[in-house]
């Protein structure tokens, strides 16, 4: 059963920076990608920053050069790493993951949508105030 929690939301002054952790369980030897997403009120999952299986990452345009996404498999944790931080990335935040069979994660039609991944964090709460 794969099993995925964040931690080490809070609130922070614009400008300032914040680190969000996930220990993730349950992949064993199957490869995989993680992700993280972020969400307001009333509206969808959007992408933040995933990571595939070869490590290769892809940020949203919103984010990039701001946030960064790194993973430490001897620790089975993925991080994210937010600076800069603005009020408009104030959001609950969540890790996610996918196990394939194939190599990458990539080469799936619908790579990168919140509905690729089956599997999801709590969320944690990330709020930037002005």
């Known amino acids: 059963q794969v099993r995925l929690a964040e931690s080490g939301g809070g609130s922070v002054q614009a400008g300032g920076s914040l680190s969000l952790s996930c220990v993730v369980s349950g992949y064993g030897y199957t490869k995989h990608c993680l992700a993280w997403f972020r969400q307001t009120p009333g509206n969808g999952r959007e992408e933040v920053a995933i990571?595939?299986?070869?490590?290769?990452?892809t940020y949203a345009d919103a984010v990039h050069g701001r946030f960064t996404i790194s993973k430490d498999s001897a620790k089975n944790t993925l991080y994210l790493r937010m600076d800069n931080l603005k009020p408009e990335d104030t959001a609950t935040y969540y890790c996610a993951g996918r196990g394939i069979y194939g190599t990458l994660c990539r080469d799936y039609s619908d790579y990168g949508s919140p509905a690729f991944f089956p599997d999801w964090g709590q969320g944690t709460q990330v709020t930037v105030s002005s």
């Open positions: 990571i595939d299986n070869d490590s290769s990452i």
